[in-house]
């Protein structure tokens, strides 16, 4: 049995260690915020954040997690999280979603990118798209995605 605190929650979980935090969320939980997309952290899909850091969770296993705080959209989006908050409203503002598919990995990968800047800093379109390279859309709505995060950052600013 592994405990993981996911969400500011202790959850056990009955699993074998390297089962992937994707499927403990989606299959045990019942959060299916986090998505399945690719298997190979190539997507961005299943991105949720450990310890504040975004990590790929279809190939990092449970076993990893334990004793870190996990962090997934339902909680990044509920209006507790100032950055998770605004990188949302931002999302909404620019209409991003499309199909939406990926939506919750890039929210997830746009707050932890944004998290990481110093206060005030206003990143650059070059900045936004290397911190989002590794999460695909496959409605291609990256200008959308690239404004929506200048948007919040200047919100947050």
Known sequence: MSVLQINGRD???????STPILWALRDTLGMTGTKFGCGAALCGACTVHLDGQAIRSCITPISAAEGK???????ATDGTDRVGSAVHAAWVKHDVAQC????????????????????GKQPTAAEIDSAMAGNICRCGTYSRIRAAIADAAKTLA
Do not use: V
């Open 11 to 17: 959850h056990a979980i009955e699993a074998d260690p």
């Open 69 to 75: 705080k996990i962090t997934t959209i339902e909680a």
């Open 100 to 119: 939406g598919y990926c939506q919750s990995g890039q929210i997830m990968s746009a707050t932890a990118f944004l998290k990481s800047q110093p206060k």
